[in-house]
């Protein structure tokens, strides 16, 4: 079973809508959730952080867990052009190492 | 903000030789990272490194593989005998600490073996 896995994708959506992206997770015990936006060819740039259940907002984005189903998401609000990435969910499964998905491509069509 | 440095951006290598990526990770960071993406493939953890010694490696991480923080600034990751399926961008990671500490990449050595 894959330590981290995302809904495939890619996902295409109209500018000013809502981009919604999911991962599932494998290690009943990981406390730390992250959400990396990579554009092509460029470093995993972090822009969510989650540790406890229920949601966390920051700006356009809100991040979802619920570790009793170990689950995460990411809600993108009104999203623009800019958002279009490679979007990774990321898992911390011991003090030491992050897991990743595969990432799930959202393309923003103006 | 303060960024972490990776050198070379792009490394172009013979199959057999040795290459040595160079990192220059956060100044008041204490764990280092190594992580590898193939094109289109996904990022995956190879190493971390913390006071001096590995703390922890993946299955990629074999024998072929070696990291070393030769002075107070540099982590660098060595490839003794590069292969063709080496090709992949490095990433270089820092952090402050562990657990929930966010993790800081520098920009990536892509490296190519021919």
């Known amino acids: 079973q894959k330590e981290v896995e995302q809904n495939s994708g890619p996902l295409s959506v109209p500018e000013g809508a809502i981009a919604s992206l999911n991962c599932t997770y494998s290690?009943?015990?990981?406390?730390?959730f992250f959400w990396y936006r990579q554009y092509s060819g460029k470093s995993p740039e972090l822009i969510m952080s989650?540790?406890?259940?229920g949601d966390k907002e920051d700006g356009r984005f809100t991040a979802q867990l619920n570790k009793a189903s170990q689950y995460v998401s990411l809600l993108i609000r009104d999203s623009q052009p800019s958002d279009s990435a490679t979007y990774l969910c990321?898992?911390?499964?011991?003090?030491?190492?992050?897991?990743f998905g595969a990432g799930t491509t959202v393309t923003v069509r103006a | 903000e303060p960024e972490v440095t990776q050198t070379p951006s792009h490394q172009v290598t013979q199959m057999g030789q040795e290459v040595i990526l160079r990192c220059v990770p956060i100044?008041?960071?204490?764990?280092f990272y190594w992580y590898r993406q193939i094109l289109g493939q996904k990022v995956e953890f190879l190493v971390s490194?913390?006071?001096?010694?590995?703390?922890?490696k993946s299955e990629i991480f074999d024998d072929q593989f070696s990291v070393e923080r030769p002075d107070g600034s540099n982590f660098t990751l060595k490839i003794r005998s590069t292969k063709l399926e080496d090709s992949a961008m490095y990433f270089c990671?820092?952090?402050?600490?562990?657990?929930?500490?966010?993790?800081?990449f520098g920009n990536g050595t892509r490296l190519t073996v021919t």
């Open positions: 990321a898992v911390r499964m011991d003090d030491y190492k992050l897991s």
């Open positions: 989650i540790y406890s259940n």
């Open positions: 100044s008041n960071h204490l764990y």
């Open positions: 490194f913390y006071n001096n010694e590995i703390s922890e």
């Open positions: 990671a820092s952090s402050e600490g562990t657990g929930a500490r966010r993790l800081h």
């Open positions: 290690d009943r015990v990981s406390q730390s």
